[in-house]
């Protein structure tokens, strides 16, 4: 089935290293420009369903600009599946052997669409699935602008996943008449203005159509957002991201369980279909950034509790998508948006919490209750605890180390706007069944980062061998009592400091290590394993400093020497 999209884009902001698990190298995104941030808009595919046509269109774009979403970002109007025509044999094709567009539903044709949306200053998707109509291979069209022939690229003897009228024959991509069929069906798809196209039944098996349409989408020179669709292997996750925009991680968010055929109309979705992305989204987690999202599918908000949520899992619902930087493309009907739903998909707290383009991680998750937490750019985090029930309120808590920070921090709820005051260490709510709490914690002191592959390291070495890591690396100290990483920090005036460091130790034995500051020696502290060398925890301790440089040096007091050292993080 399909579902809805998104986009994606590149460019490397900073993602100013969280505390938790980064990747030590993080999979290359997609190259071609687009998707910078997550894609907000709005998908045929949930609501509309089987049955697009060109009113319909244009009035969902008309109500995401009447509605003020559009002003909001939410810019995409893509139509889905289901614009085709079928005869017994699959697809009708054109003079080329691309899919026909049904002229009963779309009797202005798929440009006089996309210029009406353009119009609205909005931006127009499409939908394709891999692999070459049986009717095109029957008649043997054509291949646009080539002497080749559909018989010359198709492969009879297998077809692709389709999920209307099927008979999707694979391509032989090893004849060069396939990437040219591609390419003509991306040219035509530019010509008519598509700014997005979502690719459906991509599977493992798919990998050389999702490489053949990338090329032709970018061979236009139009700025395509390329959405992979559905259920994408994770084990491809980095070749997904190479490719494309985003990927969708798991199958369709409806659950087909609405009173019209095939399970269409009211609801589109139930509470298992959405909380079900929380587990997907733990795992992916790290593949989301700048060019490539994970996509969890649409958002089902917008009508109401006809759509199969209660408020409290709608808004849920949002927080989830926010967290994990998801597309957010509505699949509710905008014609009829309901005031408390509007007000929750004009909420600039939580869009800005999906635009700021980090994927949360997973801290907390036991029975009912979920902790995610995030770091954005500027060093707030944003933290939201979920009781993912269906009945029974249940209390979720979080210290703020488990959020990735230390010391107190001025916390906003991002639901209401209401500021909560300074809260020491620990947050806890009591939520309703499918309640969330979203906040932002803004840590009191912002920290100075040193990366310990900056400092000075004597009997030891900076390394890269192990993931999670912030900066280039981390020291790995030899294993002699003596061995030592000392770091220069600055502070602005003499006094007491906290500092963070953040290590691992990936065996069961202490490797405690000698604090001196400013050549004294102020203590002796612990650093027990961590479980592995690629889990990293923080040590706090309070330092008191000079006004100006310091030094301060971490030496093994053991014949194992000290940890592997990331940071010194100074408050
Ligand atoms: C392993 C590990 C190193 C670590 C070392 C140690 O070799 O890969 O990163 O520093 O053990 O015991 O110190």
């Known amino acids: 089935m399909k579902a809805v999209l998104m986009k994606a884009g590149l460019a490397a902001l900073a993602l100013a290293a969280t505390c938790l698990a980064v990747p030590a190298a993080p999979a290359a995104a997609s190259d071609n420009g687009l998707s910078i941030r997550p894609a907000m808009g709005w998908s045929s595919w949930s609501f509309v369903r089987r049955w697009p046509d060109e009113t319909k269109m244009k009035a969902q774009a008309d109500a995401l600009v009447s509605s003020g979403l559009a002003d909001k970002g939410y810019v995409y ?20 052997g691309r899919w026909a567009v049904d002229t009963a539903k779309f009797p202005s044709g798929i440009k006089a669409l996309a210029d009406y949306v353009h119009a609205k200053g909005l931006k127009f998707g499409f939908y394709v699935t891999p692999g070459i109509a049986k009717n095109a291979v029957t008649a043997n069209k ?7 022939h559909a018989q010359d690229i198709a492969d009879t003897s297998q077809t692709h996943k389709n999920y209307n009228c099927k008979n999707m024959y694979r391509l032989k991509y090893s004849h060069p008449g396939a990437q040219a069929f591609i390419n003509s069906w991306a040219d035509q798809m530019a010509s008519w203005g598509v700014d997005y196209l979502k690719i459906d039944g991509v599977d493992a098996s798919t990998v050389a159509d999702v490489e053949a349409w990338d090329k032709a989408l970018r061979q236009t020179g139009r700025p395509i957002n390329f959405a992979l669709s559905n259920n994408l292997p994770i084990a491809q996750a980095t070749t997904w991201k190479r490719l494309a925009n985003s990927w969708r991680t798991q199958g369709d968010v409806e659950c087909y369980c609405g009173s019209g055929p095939n399970g269409s109309g009211y609801p589109l979705t139930d509470w298992a279909h959405v ?6 989204a733990a795992s992916w987690q790290q593949y989301a950034g700048p060019g490539g999202w994970n996509d ?42 309901t005031s408390v739903d509007l007000a929750m998909l004009k909420n600039d707290r939580l869009i800005a919490v999906n635009q700021d383009g980090v994927a949360a991680q997973r801290v907390v998750n036991s029975g009912v209750n979920q902790v ?48 909560e005051g300074t809260v020491a260490s620990s947050y806890s709510a009591t939520l309703r069944p499918g309640e969330t709490r979203l906040i932002r914690a803004r840590p009191a002191a912002a920290a100075t980062r040193y990366e310990a592959e900056n400092a000075t ?28 990483v000392e770091f220069t920090v600055n502070a602005a005036e003499a006094g007491s400091r906290t500092v963070t460091i953040r290590y691992a130790n990936g065996t069961s034995v202490n490797r405690p290590m000698s604090v001196a500051v400013n050549g004294a020696a102020v203590q002796t502290r612990d650093f027990p394993g961590t479980g592995d060398w ?8 309070t330092v008191s400093l000079n006004a100006g440089a310091n030094t301060v040096r971490l030496t093994g007091t053991t014949a194992n020497g000290g940890p592997n050292v990331d940071y010194l993080d100074l408050s």
């Not at 893509?78 to 094709?93: I, R, T």
């Not at 909380?275 to 997907?280: A, L």
């Not at 985090?381 to 029974?392: D, K, M, P, R």
């Open 77 to 96: 109007v893509n139509l889905d599946d289901f614009y085709q025509k079928c005869d017994s044999n699959g697809f009708m094709v054109d003079d080329y």
């Open 457 to 484: 390291i004597s009997q030891g070495a900076a390394e890269s061998n192990h993931s999670g890591f912030s900066g280039t690396g981390f020291v790995n100290a030899d294993n002699v009592t003596g061995s030592y």
């Open 372 to 419: 995610w937490r995030k770091r954005e750019a500027n060093g707030d985090y944003i933290v939201a605890l979920y009781n993912t029930g269906t009945s029974g309120n249940s209390t979720v808590s979080v210290t703020w180390a488990q959020a990735g920070f230390t010391g107190p921090a001025a916390v906003t709820n991002l639901w209401s706007g209401a500021s």
């Open 142 to 148: 054509p291949i646009e602008g080539t002497s080749y």
């Open 275 to 280: 909380v079900s992305r929380f587990n997907s």
């Open 534 to 541: 690629d889990t990293w925890a923080d040590a706090t301790l």
């Open 296 to 337: 969890y599918d649409s958002l089902q908000i917008g009508n109401g509790d006809q759509v199969g949520l209660t408020a409290d899992q709608r808004r849920s619902h949002m927080t989830h998508w926010a967290m994990a930087a998801s597309p957010l493309l509505l699949g509710t009907d905008l014609t009829a948006l």
